[in-house]
């Protein structure tokens, strides 16, 4: 399970709304963000609240930790090589150190980017079942471009959420 933090999952969800494949008369108006925050705030989502997903993985990464890998995304980011070799041990193929030598995990690291990723052409075409455009699941990829969307409030306010959800359950997203 990679996780993200909720302030980048709000606005991941929102352009999944607007690829949404239908006649434009039966295609739902795009939510002001404002709304999309509050909604979001309350737990409403496409598949529910947000929490509860990140929760139920990060329970089951610590009650099975060989069956469940929990994986921050910015953490990915960061230090992806220290994270590309704990999913290879994860999966019970560590790599070896000719494999290491030779520049593996640079160019897994280099063709599993985000940027080459949404770059594949079955990324900038075709559907998810039918329903939604494959380009829709791709924002930008930048850890904390939350920034440039919401307020200084907004982030307060979704942060003292999650810390609020999260706290409990010894998980923190920093």
Known sequence: MTCSSTLEDLLSSLPRQEGINQPTNLRPSPIPLEDAFNLFCKGVSSSGPVWDQILGYWKESLERPSNVLFMRYKEMTDEPHVQLRRLAHFIGEPFSQE????????QIIKLCSFDSMSKLEVNKTGNFINKVRNDSFF?????GDWKNNLTAEMASKLDLITEERFCSAGLSMT
């Not at 494999?99 to 640079?106: A, F, I, S, T, V």
């Not at 924002?139 to 850890?143: A, K, L, S, W």
């Open 139 to 143: 924002r930008n990829g930048v850890v």
């Open 99 to 106: 494999e290491e030598k030779l520049g593996l995990l640079d």
